[in-house]
Every structure is written in C-alpha cells, then in structure tokens.
C-alpha cells in the first residue's frame, strides 16, 4: 500500500480569502503557494488549481443572484511571480 500525501488545505485558505475579498471589496490580487514552491509554475497550473476553484466557489454564491455578476481572471506577472487579478462585474 502506498502513502498519500496529505493535502495541507493552503489553496483552500487562499480560495476562502479571494471569495470574501471579491463580495467586500469586488477585486483581489493573489497567487498560489504553488508559485513559490515550484519556480516554473505554469499559467495552465493556476488555471486548473486556484483559478478554477474560485470560479467555482463563486459561481455557487450567485447562484441566487438575480443581476449578471461575471468573474474576470487575468494572470499577470509581478516582479517575476505570477499572480491572478480576480475581479467581480457587475
């Protein structure tokens, strides 16, 4: 039987923090753990990872939303990092 790595829930916080930012202040600006720990992370890694689950955390909180309120993600790179802007519009 192999062991598994246990996941540390990192991304999970940082979901957490992206989703209360956008519903109180409507833009955030972060990246993944990932981003540190592994110098050649690439966008398709955030896209999948953290970008992914905050569409869809957020997709399930306007979910009773009777207005459009789409979700821009734009990946960007500061000071050799690469960081997503999340951004809600209404």
Do not use: W, Y
């Not at 992370?41 to 953290?50: F, N």
Request: glycine share 4%.
């Amino acid at each position: 039987m192999t062991e598994r790595n246990r996941q540390t829930g990192r991304t999970s916080r940082i979901v957490d923090f992206v989703v209360d930012q956008l519903f109180n202040v409507g833009q955030c600006i972060v990246t993944d753990h990932i981003v540190f720990e592994f110098e050649s992370t690439k966008k398709s890694q955030l896209e999948d990872g953290l970008i992914r689950k905050v569409q869809e955390r957020v997709a399930f909180n306007l979910r009773h939303f009777e207005k459009p309120i789409k979700l821009n993600t734009e990946i960007i790179e500061v000071k050799g990092f690469k960081v997503v802007h999340f951004q809600l519009n209404v």
